[in-house]
């Protein structure tokens, strides 16, 4: 029986899962100590479950419990990545190298920098959505300092060789920031075996609640080194003050502990899902493009162009599904995404893109519904496109004049 709106906007943010809410439940009630109190049972009892919570972290990622810092999301752990890099490293160098997709929290952050004497390179990406890794390693001069690129874009998906930039970064004794918000608890990360020195992560991505996030810094070969950018009571081994989120600590534990479990299944679920979504569009329309690599993709992600469309008139005509659209992607702004104008796509395209993220409770029954509701809408656009007749009857659009009037 379907349910509606249906929901296929996972990259935006994950419902929680119930077990994480029932493992929260009684830290905001009986348990509701302050981890800090160090003098009672109330106090003891909170810390624990934080630092089960740091356990649960470290193993999804192959880290140790002691490098896992709190944070209030990943907003707030990329810009302690990169201020606290910058800040701390300032002696050594002041060049920061980032890839031109990044989300807004690490391009934003960048350009705050930059007003504080950072120099930033921003890396292009290929039609396929990647960084070449020739150009990464021209960039990198004796003050480069970090390079930050995240593991899975948020728009497209698509998936950096994070291990073979990391062995570049470590080759060149440059430190490597991640942000893994989209990739984590869906497909396997190991800080270790890809040479990761900081890495971001967020709850609300992976089934958790949101208001939390944690940032893994290493603690050995080499050892990083934050400067804090909330001070207080010097909490979270001094970079991170602030009264622990204790019940939103302990449902981040609880999401990745049943991500590590059933993320195998899972993720082959989700890809049979995703591609049945696809073929099932391919199938039934002409000119839709996919936008970035498929080979390198989340198992759960696909976000296509549908020629001759205006993306906003399809999200009204699907209006039963929530999905996010390529030039509703910074909010409020009928701007293409910057995303996939990097990919060289044309403002027509990027404006007619759509991005379905599929998710832990999606089912066959809304994949179906899905891809038979938005083929509807995008044939009943198409009727009324005088473009798409001009393109049926064989005429370049690309080369038409078109008359001032």
Avoid at 247 to 264: D, T, W, Y
Avoid at 274 to 290: A, P
Avoid at 292 to 303: E, V
Avoid at 327 to 336: F, I, K
Wanted: aromatic content about 6%; hydrophobic content about 40%.
């Amino acid at each position: 029986m379907l349910k509606f709106p249906i929901y296929m906007d996972y990259h935006a943010t994950t419902p929680m899962d119930p077990r994480v809410l029932e493992a929260m439940a009684p830290y905001f009630t009986s348990r509701f100590g302050n981890a800090a109190s160090r003098n009672h049972s109330f106090g003891w009892e909170a810390e624990e479950a934080v630092e089960k919570a740091r356990r649960q972290v470290a193993d999804l990622i192959g880290a140790s419990a002691k490098e896992i810092v709190w944070t209030s999301g990943a907003t707030e752990s990329n810009n302690l990545a990169l201020k606290g890099v910058a800040e701390m490293y300032a002696e050594r160098g002041n060049h920061i190298i980032t890839a031109a997709t990044e989300h807004k929290a690490v391009l934003d952050t960048c350009k705050r920098l930059e007003k504080h004497g950072c120099r930033i390179s921003y890396l292009p990406v290929t039609a396929s959505g990647l960084i070449d890794l020739d150009m990464l390693r021209e960039s990198i001069t004796d003050k480069t300092i970090l390079i930050s690129i995240m593991y899975a874009n948020n728009e497209i998906g698509v998936l950096q060789p994070i291990g073979e930039i990391g062995r570049i970064a470590r080759e060149k004794g440059v430190l490597f920031h991640v942000d893994a918000v989209q990739a984590v608890g869906k497909i396997p990360v190991n800080v270790l075996a890809d040479n990761i020195d900081i890495l971001s992560i967020s709850a609300h991505k992976l089934y958790g609640p949101k208001g939390v996030g944690a940032l893994y810094v290493r603690r050995k070969n080499p050892r990083v080194q934050l400067t804090a950018q909330m001070d207080g009571g010097g909490h979270e081994r001094g970079m991170r003050s602030g009264t622990l989120n204790v019940p939103g600590i302990v449902g981040l534990g609880e999401a990745c502990a049943i991500c590590q479990k059933e993320m195998p299944e899972e993720s082959a679920r989700l890809g049979r899902l995703r591609d049945k979504l696809r073929d099932s569009l391919f199938g039934g329309l002409d000119e839709v493009y996919i936008n970035g690599a498929m080979d390198h993709r989340l198992p759960h992600n696909l976000n296509i162009s549908f020629a001759f469309v205006e993306g906003e008139s399809l999200l009204m005509g699907i209006n039963d599904v929530a999905v996010s659209s390529g030039s509703a992607c910074t909010s409020a702004t009928l701007e293409p995404s910057y995303v996939l104008k990097a990919l060289g796509a044309g403002d027509d395209l990027a404006h007619s893109s759509i991005r379905f993220g599929l998710g832990r409770f999606t089912t066959e029954e809304e994949v179906d519904y899905v891809s038979g509701k938005v083929t509807e809408v995008v044939k009943k656009l198409r009727e009324l496109s005088p473009l798409y007749e001009m393109y049926k009857e064989g005429v370049d659009i690309s080369k038409v004049q078109w008359a001032a009037h």
